[in-house]
């Protein structure tokens, strides 16, 4: 299991991007994917391939409506333990 | 006001990773920033000298118990509107 | 045509990571990409799918030999312009 | 020493961000730091405090011209070894 960041910023746009966004979260709901936004982008827990998939869907999505975008994936995964949202937020204290 | 998201990472100190993390949100706790934590890194609200402030001690923290630290910031700031880590979440419809 | 950068880090194998730095830009230069490393990643230019797939293969292949891998891929990626390595760094006065 | 990479993002002004980059890597030379663009950002090398105080003026000053600005700032830094752009290149075969 992956735990993975995702970012898409329209840069052409003007100041507000939150229609795009939500564009993109929208299309992170259509996969087999764990998705929670916060304020500066949104954790994605699945398989890999499905969130590469994602990734690229939301991107081109978003770039249909915007002359440029700039997209960031995080990538953490780990062979030795579980790797899950749940798991990472409770070792930190947090649940 | 910014928001910002930071992440500490020390990377020559196994996988696990969790006990860094922590004495990094101790840090910032310790200054007048909102703290909200998720699975990939820390979202923070306040000044922007108070979250450099932060981020720095932060990193200098963790660098004490680990060889070497990755360490990213990144910074939202707008001229023409509110900006708070409310606000972003509503304007994607997450309240 | 797509400008993106990547960073591959192993976290759980001792702060020396050069190794694995190598290792992931072998994968990357088995793909149609322009591939041109610097000190703290490498940027890439080619197709968008021949980028997620060499991101792909280099994360895996990095993670064979290490506990837990953190990958960040960044693509920029525009409609209105040629978008390249050359025509970014002439823009802001580098050739 | 640090080695660092930043990248200023206005993004309330249109697709083309040229004019806004040369103005921070203007600022960034103004430091007592080695300054090195690539494609996708900027790499820095010196003083942890000095690096803060170059990505805050030269945030800052983009801010004065855009709406909007996202600026990301990287360190890396270790204690076991030298970390400078040389010895990081020289690392991964590049000189």
Redesign the interface.
Known sequence: MV???VSI????E?????KY??KA?EVFKKYNLKV??????T?L?GD??EI?EA??EA?REV?KDS???????????????ENT?ER??R????E
Chains 1, 2, 3, 4 share one sequence.
């Open positions: 735990v993975a960041e910023v329209p840069i052409g003007g100041p507000s991007v939150s966004v939500k979260i929670e936004p916060h304020a500066m982008g954790v827990e890999l391939e590469l990734f690229k991107h770039l002359k440029r975008v700039l997209s960031t994936l995080k990538i953490d995964e780990r062979t030795d333990k949202i990472k937020l070792a930190i204290g947090i």
